[in-house]
Every structure is written in structure tokens, then in C-alpha cells.
């Protein structure tokens, strides 16, 4: 039985537009999953994609990190498979938030999904230790820890709520951009109207902070051209593919939490595969992540160089441990009370050491 949310999400990053588009988007997806099933139970209709047809998710658009590895992946299963397998991408929100992505690889409407880290803490609560402020000290440490162990056993956890988790490709070290005044340290963030991904440990991130957390669906271009919201947080590609340099001012180079994606299946689905299939699958989105987490760090000095060049400001050497000592109680907040993402977290603080 597949778990849905108690509410309909628009989370990750980026995420969905305003109301009226979500809201279509929320019908377009509940039908697309209704037509996926009437499909399945009516003989004589289209079935499902088979491995033949591959459909894939992703909420943001070409150019995006979610997109360089879909279309990697794409590029790989089509070649090792002389052709006999192609993908067909879903981008930009064609299919809805992130969490109705989610919902609908549950179901098998869609069979596989590249997703950004911050929904998937309503589905799987685990998850979330990932995202643990400044975790990581480097790619490196990054690499060293996903790539390992704790990142298999991660992947893992996804299979109680119905997924296969396969690889984890990357967002990156998020930054703090506004339009009010340079941030330096965290008590500069106070007040800040911040625009967040609808997650629990996102938004308690920046309550600690003294921030003034919103949680928003994505684009945020115009609520940042009207001062709706005063900030965001994100990778730097985000700043350069959605020209945030022209909404915001100041930008802090804080890398507060290292954002990833987490590539995924339909569990049913990729388990009905034949063995060889099943491989060429896995190890054709493993490879993609590899490619598109080594592309996204070779541009971000390039990003960064464009976000001054279109006039930005930016605090190169915020004050971090300013931002550490706030954020350092979180550890011991509810949401890592329950037993296994303490344990999770805990093992995962240890590796990253």
C-alpha cells in the first residue's frame, strides 16, 4: 500500500509554481495515475511503459542539475542497450511537485524519478540526516560517505516506502542570497523572510537561525522581484540557469548544507526486471550521477564569477562558526528523536568525520 503525505508538498528544489498552476498540476497527476491503473485492470488498452520506455521525473528544467543527469542516464541506457531501452523525461513540473513525483512512482505511473533530498523526509524520516548542517567539509567527504557504506545503507531505508534507491547525484553546497543587507554572521540572517523547501528539518534550520522561514513552491523569481520573500537558499548553478542575480543582492557563501538528489525506481517495478536489466539499469544511473556530480562542481567557479559580474555582492568568508553554533542544537530536536534516524544520524556524523 503505497504512503502519502497528509498533504500535497511542493518541495525540493526547485519545486513547483504558484497555487493555480499546483493545483493543476495536482489534478494532471492524480489523473495521470487514475489512466495508469484503469490501463493495468481494462485488457486491450496501453500498458504501462516496459523496460523498453522508461519514463522519468524530474521538476526542474533542461539545463538543470536534475536534467544533466536524466539525460545522462537517458544517453547510457540507450547506448548499453544498443537501443533496445530508451528514456522518455518528464521536466519542468510537467508531472507536478516533487512530492507528487514521489507519490506517483509509488503507485508505478512513473517508473523512475531523479528527486531533490527534502521531500523525501515525509516518506522516508530517515533521509533527512543527509541534509544535517554542515555535514560535509568537502566533496571529497561527500563522495567518500555516500559512495560508502552509510550511503548504500541510506538508499536502502527508501525500500519501506516503495522505492529503489540507485545513486545520488547532486544540487550542491547551498548558499544564502537576499536583497536587504550582507550577511556575515548568523545573526545578520535575523529577520530575513526566507523562502524553503517544504521540510521539516529545512524550515527548523532556519528558525534556528532567527530567520523568518516560508516555505514556497518553485519558481520564486517574481516573489523575490516583489519582496514577498527577502532570500533563498540554494547551489550556485540554481543563482546562474534561474538569473536569481537579478532578483538578489547579497550573496553569502555559507554551504549550510550540502544538497543532493537521490536517483530513484519504482521497488516493484526495477525488482520485476530481469537480472540484466535490473543492471544495466543501476549501473547506467550510478555512472550518470558520477558524471553530473563531477560537471556541477567544474562550474562553480564559473557561477560565481557570473553572479559578480551581474553585480552581486558576495561574502566569500562568512563567519561559520557563528552559523555552527546556532544550528548545533538541532541534533538533539524531535526529529531525530525516533531510534532509527538517531542511530542513522549518528553513523553518518561518525563517517564524515
Known amino acids: 500500500m503505497p504512503f502519502f503525505p497528509s498533504s500535497v508538498q511542493s518541495a525540493g528544489c526547485p519545486s513547483s509554481p504558484a497555487a493555480p498552476v499546483r493545483f493543476f498540476h495536482t489534478v494532471c497527476a492524480c489523473l495521470f495515475a487514475c489512466l495508469f491503473l484503469v490501463c493495468m485492470l481494462v485488457p486491450g488498452l496501453p500498458l504501462q511503459a516496459s523496460a523498453a520506455q522508461i519514463s522519468l521525473a524530474v521538476v526542474t528544467k533542461p539545463g538543470?542539475?536534475?536534467?544533466?543527469?536524466?539525460?545522462?542516464?537517458?544517453?547510457?541506457?540507450?547506448?548499453?542497450?544498443?537501443?533496445?531501452?530508451?528514456?522518455?523525461?518528464?521536466?519542468?513540473?510537467?508531472?507536478?511537485?516533487?512530492?507528487?513525483?514521489?507519490?506517483?512512482?509509488?503507485?508505478?505511473?512513473?517508473?523512475?524519478?531523479?528527486?531533490?533530498?527534502?521531500?523525501?523526509?515525509?516518506?522516508?524520516?530517515?533521509?533527512?540526516?543527509?541534509?544535517?548542517?554542515?555535514?560535509?567539509?568537502?566533496?571529497?567527504?561527500?563522495?567518500?560517505?555516500?559512495?560508502?557504506?552509510?550511503?548504500?545503507?541510506?538508499?536502502?531505508?527508501?525500500?519501506?516506502?516503495?522505492?529503489?534507491?540507485?545513486?545520488?547525484?547532486?544540487?550542491?553546497?547551498?548558499?544564502?542570497?537576499?536583497?536587504r543587507q550582507p550577511v556575515h554572521t548568523a545573526k545578520d540572517a535575523g529577520g530575513l523572510k526566507i523562502r524553503v523547501m517544504e521540510s521539516t528539518f529545512h524550515k527548523e534550520l532556519w528558525r534556528a537561525l532567527g530567520a523568518n522561514p516560508t516555505p514556497m513552491g518553485w519558481p520564486i523569481y517574481s516573489e523575490l522581484q516583489q519582496h514577498t520573500i527577502d532570500a533563498q537558499e540554494n547551489p550556485l548553478w540554481v543563482l546562474?540557469?534561474?538569473?536569481?542575480?537579478?532578483?538578489?543582492?547579497?550573496?553569502?557563501?555559507?554551504?549550510?548544507?550540502?544538497?543532493?538528489?537521490i536517483d530513484i525506481a519504482n521497488l516493484g517495478w526495477f525488482n520485476s526486471l530481469p537480472a540484466d536489466q535490473q543492471t544495466l539499469i543501476a549501473t547506467a544511473m550510478h555512472d550518470a550521477a558520477i558524471f553530473q556530480r563531477a560537471y556541477n562542481r567544474s562550474q562553480e567557479a564559473a557561477n560565481l564569477e557570473e553572479m559578480r559580474a551581474n553585480g552581486m555582492i558576495v561574502e566569500e568568508h562568512p563567519d561559520l562558526q557563528s552559523f555552527r553554533d546556532r544550528v548545533a542544537k538541532l541534533r538533539d530536536m524531535d526529529m531525530y528523536a525516533a531510534p532509527a534516524t538517531r542511530a542513522l544520524l549518528d553513523k553518518i556524523l561518525e563517517a564524515a568525520k
Open 64 to 179: 538543470s542539475a536534475q536534467y544533466i543527469a536524466a539525460e545522462k542516464f537517458a544517453e547510457l541506457v540507450k547506448e548499453r542497450s544498443n537501443g533496445a531501452t530508451t528514456v522518455k523525461i518528464f521536466h519542468s513540473g510537467a508531472l507536478g511537485t516533487e512530492t507528487e513525483m514521489l507519490q506517483q512512482i509509488q503507485l508505478g505511473a512513473v517508473q523512475m524519478g531523479i528527486i531533490t533530498l527534502g521531500p523525501f523526509d515525509t516518506f522516508v524520516p530517515e533521509v533527512k540526516v543527509v541534509a544535517f548542517p554542515f555535514l560535509f567539509k568537502d566533496h571529497t567527504t561527500v563522495d567518500r560517505v555516500l559512495d560508502g557504506p552509510v550511503g548504500q545503507e541510506i538508499l536502502k531505508t527508501l525500500e519501506s516506502a516503495g522505492f529503489k534507491g540507485l545513486a545520488f547525484s547532486e544540487n550542491g553546497f547551498r548558499h544564502l542570497t537576499n536583497s
Open 240 to 261: 546562474s540557469v534561474y538569473k536569481l542575480y537579478e532578483v538578489q543582492k547579497y550573496l553569502s557563501l555559507t554551504g549550510h548544507v550540502y544538497s543532493t538528489h
